[in-house]
């Protein structure tokens, strides 16, 4: 049956920032469809809420405290998948992210580590999952998670939009170079109930203005970047690499605007 293809029956996944948001859906999404998930982030107490979820599928958790942003703790994080479960067939490099901040007040280590957290820490552990997976299974997927913000000018968020950006072109040069073993495939990702959207949704005024712009009424949840991360991630996208999905809810122009102070003469 068609269906089938969607499933990644004892696959192996690892997510990072998988302790809440996207990553958590993700995680248990993953585990709901047949994969054992090693989860990734640096909050214990939240990863352990995540592997409860996924044992309650019937399918193994790993739980792995780690910080993207360290080099050592990502060999760190895909030795120790393969010690644990001897294989690695998917990535979902979800951690990331990067506040607004308008651009004449965005310092040289902001930017810099917005592109750290958004593409360096990515790519570094993409090198390190596509060796073992095509070391231990022969083949694999990479799915990235990335932003509407990657593609929409957006004020105040240029180190985040510029990282994102990045991101998709990362993919994009990863996924030529690796096919046809790993498949790298990036979601475009827009508004998504959070914590990171809570300041929009939780002000009345703000969240009236996001639904009204965007066509289908409502933010993202969750489960919605988890469905295109199954597809993404499964058989059923066998024929698919270097492709970035925009799963946003139909915008095309921002939702919402964090508004970034005019520039003005020094002194003015």
Known sequence: ???????VTDQVAIVTGAGQGIGRGVAIGLAEAGADVVLAARTRADLEDVAKLVEATGRRAHIVVADVMQTAELERLVAETLEVFGRLDILVNN????????????SERF??????????APFLLTQLAAR????????????NISSRSSDMVMSSF?????????????TKNLAAELAPRVRVNA???????????????????????????????RPGQPE????????????AAAWVTGKVL??????????FDVPAPPLEPSGA
């Open 158 to 170: 240029v180190a985040y939009g510029s990282a994102k950006a990045a991101l998709n072109m990362m």
């Open 246 to 255: 925009q799963v946003d809810g139909g915008v095309e122009s921002p939702a």
């Open 95 to 106: 951690a990331g992210g990067t506040g607004p901040r308008p651009a004449m007040t965005t």
């Open 224 to 235: 919605d970047i988890a469905c295109a991360v199954l597809y993404f991630a499964s058989p």
């Open 1 to 7: 049956m068609i269906l089938d293809n969607f499933l």
């Open 111 to 120: 930017f810099e580590t917005a592109f750290r957290f958004n593409v360096t």
């Open 187 to 217: 979601i475009s990702v827009g508004g998504v109930a959070t914590k990171g959207l809570a300041s929009v949704l939780t002000d009345d005024r703000l969240r009236e203005q996001y639904e009204r712009n965007t066509p289908m009424r």
């Open 132 to 143: 073992a997976m095509v070391d231990t299974t022969g083949q694999g997927a990479v799915v």
